[in-house]
């Protein structure tokens, strides 16, 4: 059975769709993580059609999620099969011989390519752990989280989390910079791993996470929005629409707004980015528990935990 011929699709990610629930309540950390781009070679771009926005956007969060990963030290790692068909086992029986050695099918895409002080291993299944050295590349900088990037999302990266899941490593499926045959394998894809054996999030909440000035920019965003309000609860409304602004794009924080009793998690909001709201909005002096949140996670619900604020705790805050 060949790859498909001229894949065209529009990730099913926020606004446009919203996320799976994560059974994980699970928090990324730099300092715990490392980014795994998986087999980002022209072989496998080949099957998208000319400027699919699924691929093209999947590329280019890759791209920034790397440059921040870079920047914050966090480990890049690489999955590329080397066209050698001596060890290709089962997956030949489904998919024929695969690439070849040439430069056109086994080089990564330029828009992603590796840089110095990455690694960069040889892929021979459908998980990145298989046959290879990625739990060892791991364990070595003391890493047990793992981003991952990359096509195709129900195959190798599905694949690739179920395998670390059960190594006690917790995977990270990146909506956005991931893409597949289609929308409906993009769809089971992060509902497989969001329901049992890790997390779905979006490249803004991993960009931020690996930012070092994440917390304090998420802060003064909030501050800056409450010093616009002239009475408690304007100010308050001030400093939960900058709590959003700080995890959510401005879109979503509007359509929040409009529709005030909205789930936020049905609008895109992931467990991470609860978190990370939470903590925001406990600065300002509301500390709201993350579970009684989950049960009503809307607009509503924050602007009533700020009616026991007083205008001083919000205009120190």
Known sequence: ????????????????????????????????????????????????APGCSALTEALAATARLLDAARAAGVPVIYTA????????GLQGDLWGPGMSTRTEHVEITPEVAPRAGDTILTKRRYSAFAKSDLDQVLAEHGRDQLVITGVYAHIGITATAFDAFQREVHPWVVADAVADFGRDQHVRALEQVAACCGA????DAVVACFSP???????????????????????????VRGALGAVLDPEIVEVAFAEPSADLFELGLNSLQAFELLDVLAEAGADIDFGVFTRDASVDFLRAQGSSLGAAALSAG
Do not use: C, K
């Open 81 to 88: 099969q080397d066209g050698d068909h001596s060890d290709r």
């Open 1 to 48: 059975m060949p790859l498909p011929d001229l894949i065209d699709y529009a990730a099913p990610v926020p606004p446009s769709a919203t996320l799976p629930t994560n059974r994980a309540d699970w928090v990324l950390r730099s300092e715990r993580a490392a980014v795994l781009v998986h087999d980002l070679q022209r072989y496998f771009l080949r099957p998208y």
């Open 213 to 239: 000035v994440a917390p304090s920019g998420a802060t003064t965003g909030a501050t800056t929005g409450a010093t616009t309000g002239g009475t408690t609860g304007d100010g308050w409304d001030a400093e």
């Open 200 to 203: 779905v999030t979006l490249t």
